[in-house]
C-alpha cells in the first residue's frame, strides 16, 4: 500500500501529514521513496533523544522554563522525522513521546513514527501502571495523540488521506460532486471538486493554522473556495457541509463576490507591545503571565474581539472565578458593539468555572445516573487534590437531593471518559480564554485540557505571584508546569503595572524576591505612564497595643473617605473583618449604608480589586504569615505541587514537605496581593512584633 500512498504524496506533505509505519521493510520502503522525492529524512532513535536529554536524572529543575523537553526540537535537524526504538514504559517517557507529538501537531516536524509490534499508536501509553492522577495526564495525551493521527498520521493505509479528509470527501460526494485529482506544491494544499453542472468546490488546507486567520470565503456564480484547517474538519464538518450546500443555491444572484471580514471590526484599547503580540497569537496554547495590575482583564477582552473576526462569540468561551469578572468582561466586549448589545450579550461564553461546569451536568445529568438534575451546595471539604472528603446529602434510595462543587469536578471527570461527549462539547468551541490559572484545582485543569482535546486552541493567563487560593483547591503547579505540557507553546510576560506608584510597585518586588519556584520577572512602571497625583508612599507604622493602631486605621480610612479616594482596609482573617465592620458602621453609619468608596473585607476577598489607597492592619508576626497556615492547619500549596504527575522534573529539594517554606512562600503571595491592591498608598501597621515581611 506504501506506492499508493505515494500517489497522493505531495497534498500530504503539504499538510504535514506522516505515516504510522509497521515494519523495518516498510520503514526501508518509505524512505526510499522520499529519497526519489528529493526530501531526506532524520531517522532519530526515541531512546537516543532520552538519554540526551539534560539534566540528567530529570529532578533537577528549580524554577519554570528550565524544563528540557522544550529544546528537543533541536535535536530534529530534518522537519522529516522517522521515529524508531518507540516504548513508552513509565510517565517521562509518556511525558517525553507528548511533547515530540505538540511539535509535530503544532506543525515544526513532519512525525512518522515506527510502531513496535503487537502495539497499535493508541495503545502505546498504556505499556505502564499508572496511579489516578497519571491515568487522567495519560488520558490528555490520548486525546492529543488521536487529534494528531487523525489529522496529520496516515494510519488506514487503505485511503489515500488522513481519516478527517476522507471523511469529508464522502460527504461532499453524497451531495453530487466528484473528486478531481489536482498538482499540489509543498506550500499549498488543494480538495477540488465537480458536479454535473460543472460548479467547483475548492477547499484550500492551511495545516498550520487552529484559528484560520484568512477565513475569508469566495463565491462566484460556478465556485466556491473555502479556507479550512484539520481543525475545521475534525470538529465541524457538519457546519462545513452545510455551507457547500447552501452555497451553490445562492451563487446565481452572485456575481464575483468576495466576502471577507475585516480586521478593523472593533476599535481595540491602546496595547503594550506585549499584549498586542499576544492577541494575535492564534496557532499555539500560550500562557501570559500577568503581574498585578498589568492589564490582564484588558487583554482577554481584547483577545476575545480580535478572535471574533474569524469565529462566532458563541464559539469562544471564557472561564473566570467571580461573577463580578464576568460581568465586567461582558460588559467591555458589548461596549465595543454597537446598538443594542443585549442579544449579543446573551449568546457569549463568558462564565465562571462553577456556572460552566454545572451547565455540563445539566445537559448529561441522566448519563451520570441521576433522575432528575441536583441541586447544588457549595459546601466545600477539600484534600489537596480537589477530591471531595465529606459527601452529599442522600436521599432513601442514595440519590442526591444536592451535590456540591467537589462532587460536579468529580461526576465530569468520570463523564468525560466517554470520548464521545468530550468530541461534542469541544466541537461548540474554537477558542479557550482561562482566567485566573494560577487558581483552577487539577481535576479542573484536566477537564479544560479534555475540551481542548489536545489543539493547543487555549490562551490561559495568570500570575503564579498571585497564587493565594491553595487553601480551596488551587493548585499554581497547572501554572509553573505549562511548558512540560506545551513545550511548544509561547509564553508571555506582562510586568508593565499601569495600576501603582512607583514606592508600590519597589516595595512588591523586595517582598517578590524571595520565592524560589516561580517565573522570573519584576514589576515595572510604564515609561510614558504620567506622575501619579498626590500620594505615592508606603508607611510602616508600629502602636502600643491593637487598640490604638485601630483608631489610627479608623481615623485616616474616614479622612480618606471624606475626599472621594476609593479606600479599603484588608486583613487576614475573618474575625478582623467582622470587627472592624462592627466599629466603622457604629461611628459612621451613613457611610456604612450610602457609599460605594470603602472595602472591609480579608485580603483573600481583595483579589481582583484595587483601591486609592490600602490599610493592611495587624501586620505583626504570627498573624502575617499566619501561624496556622505555616502549620499545615490551612492547606496550602506545597503538597500539590509535590504530589502533581510532573515532580518527578523538579529538584529533590522542592516540595519535600521537610520544612515550611511553600507555606510560608503562600504568604508572601499573599501580602503581595494586599499591597498590590494600592494605587497612590500603603498603610502598614502593627502592633507587638514586626511581621518578617517588612524586613524587605
Not at 452555497?247 to 496595547?271: C, E, M, V
Not at 469562544?316 to 460581568?327: D, P, R
Not at 477558542?431 to 479542573?444: A, H, P, T
Not at 490600602?614 to 503538597?639: E, H, Y
Request: hydrophobic fraction near 40%.
Amino acid at each position: 500500500m506504501i506506492n499508493l500512498y505515494f500517489k497522493n504524496f505531495n497534498f500530504n506533505l503539504s499538510n504535514y501529514v506522516g505515516i504510522a509505519l509497521l515494519s523495518e521493510g516498510e520503514k526501508g520502503s518509505f524512505i526510499k521513496n522520499l529519497k526519489n522525492l528529493g526530501l531526506d529524512p532524520d531517522i532519530i532513535s526515541f531512546m537516543e533523544i532520552k538519554s540526551s536529554l539534560q539534566p540528567q536524572p530529570y529532578n533537577k529543575i528549580s524554577g519554570p522554563l528550565n524544563f528540557p523537553l522544550k529544546d528537543i526540537g533541536e535535536l530534529f535537524r530534518s522537519r522529516f522525522i522517522i521515529l524508531e526504538d518507540l516504548s513508552v514504559e513509565n510517565m517521562p517517557d509518556a511525558i517525553l513521546f507528548n511533547a515530540i507529538c505538540d511539535f509535530a501537531l503544532h506543525g515544526k516536524i513532519i512525525l512518522c513514527p515506527v510502531i513496535p509490534d503487537k502495539f497499535d499508536l493508541q495503545s502505546i501509553y498504556d505499556n505502564f501502571h499508572k496511579n489516578f492522577y497519571e491515568d487522567l495526564i495519560m488520558d490528555i495525551f490520548k486525546l492529543r495523540l488521536k487529534f494528531l493521527a487523525a489529522t496529520k498520521i496516515i494510519t488506514d493505509r487503505k485511503t489515500k488521506f488522513v481519516s478527517t479528509v476522507t471523511y469529508i470527501i464522502k460527504k461532499i460526494n453524497a451531495l453530487g460532486f466528484d473528486h478531481m485529482e489536482s498538482e499540489t506544491g509543498l506550500n499549498d494544499s488543494y480538495l477540488k471538486f465537480i458536479n454535473k453542472n460543472n460548479f467547483i468546490i475548492i477547499l484550500k488546507i492551511h495545516p498550520l493554522k487552529n484559528v484560520i486567520a484568512l477565513r475569508d470565503e469566495f463565491i462566484a456564480d460556478s465556485k466556491i473556495i473555502l479556507n479550512v484547517s484539520p481543525n475545521d474538519i475534525y470538529f465541524n464538518p457538519d457546519e462545513l457541509i452545510n455551507k457547500i450546500k447552501i452555497f451553490p443555491l445562492i451563487t446565481g444572484n452572485i456575481k464575483n463576490a468576495g466576502i471577507k471580514k475585516r480586521i478593523s471590526k472593533f476599535k481595540y484599547d491602546k496595547l503594550s507591545k506585549i499584549q498586542a503580540i499576544s492577541i494575535k497569537e492564534l496557532n499555539s496554547a500560550h500562557l501570559v503571565i500577568a503581574g498585578a495590575g498589568s492589564g490582564k482583564t484588558r487583554l482577554i477582552v481584547n483577545k476575545f474581539l480580535y478572535l471574533t473576526n474569524f469565529i462566532s462569540p458563541g464559539e469562544i468561551l471564557v472561564l473566570t472565578f467571580t461573577n463580578n469578572a464576568v460581568e465586567e468582561i461582558k460588559n467591555r466586549v458589548g461596549y465595543q458593539c454597537p446598538g443594542d448589545n443585549s442579544n449579543f450579550k446573551k449568546i457569549l461564553n463568558i462564565m465562571t468555572y462553577h456556572s460552566f461546569f454545572y451547565s455540563i451536568i445539566r445537559e448529561y445529568h441522566a448519563e451520570l445516573g441521576f433522575k432528575s438534575l441536583p441541586a447544588v451546595k457549595m459546601d466545600i471539604f477539600k484534600d489537596s487534590w480537589g477530591r471531595l472528603l465529606a459527601g452529599s446529602s442522600r436521599g432513601r434510595q442514595g440519590q442526591p437531593h444536592f451535590i456540591s462543587y467537589d462532587d460536579i469536578i468529580l461526576n465530569i471527570v468520570k463523564l468525560f471518559k466517554n470520548e464521545e461527549i468530550v468530541h461534542n462539547i469541544a466541537s461548540r468551541f474554537k477558542y479557550i480564554l482561562v482566567d485566573e490559572y494560577q487558581d483552577i484545582d487539577f481535576l479542573s485543569d484536566i477537564i479544560i485540557k479534555k475540551i481542548d482535546c489536545g489543539r493547543g486552541i487555549t490562551m490561559y493567563a495568570g500570575d503564579d505571584d498571585q497564587a493565594i487560593y491553595g487553601f480551596n483547591g488551587g493548585n499554581s503547579a497547572n501554572l509553573l508546569f505549562f511548558d512540560l505540557f506545551y513545550p511548544s507553546g509561547k509564553l508571555f510576560i506582562m510586568q508593565y503595572n499601569y495600576r501603582s506608584g512607583s514606592k508600590i510597585i519597589d516595595f512588591c518586588n523586595s517582598l517578590l524576591g524571595s520565592i524560589n519556584f516561580r517565573f522570573p520577572k519584576k514589576m515595572v512602571q510604564p515609561e510614558n505612564k504620567n506622575a501619579l497625583s498626590g500620594e505615592n508612599r508606603v508607611d510602616i507604622l508600629s502602636f502600643k497595643n491593637k487598640n490604638s493602631e485601630d483608631r489610627f486605621i479608623l481615623n485616616r480610612f474616614n479622612l480618606h473617605l471624606a475626599k472621594g479616594e476609593n479606600t479599603a482596609i484588608l486583613v487576614r482573617t475573618k474575625k478582623e473583618e467582622v470587627s472592624f465592620k462592627k466599629i466603622f458602621k457604629e461611628i459612621n453609619p451613613e457611610v456604612y449604608v450610602n457609599s460605594k468608596n470603602w472595602f472591609i473585607g480579608t485580603i483573600h476577598k481583595s483579589k481582583g480589586m484595587e483601591f486609592d489607597i490600602v490599610f493592611i492592619a495587624n501586620a505583626s508576626d504570627g498573624n502575617m504569615p499566619n501561624l496556622r497556615s505555616l502549620s499545615g492547619t490551612a492547606g496550602g500549596n506545597k503538597i500539590k505541587i509535590l504530589n502533581h504527575p510532573f515532580r518527578l522534573f523538579l529538584n529533590e529539594d522542592i516540595g519535600d514537605g521537610k520544612n515550611d517554606e511553600g507555606a510560608y512562600e503562600d504568604e508572601i503571595k499573599l501580602f503581595y496581593v494586599a499591597v498590590s491592591r494600592a494605587k497612590k498608598g500603603v498603610f502598614i501597621t502593627y502592633s507587638g512584633k514586626k511581621s518578617g515581611f517588612l524586613n524587605v
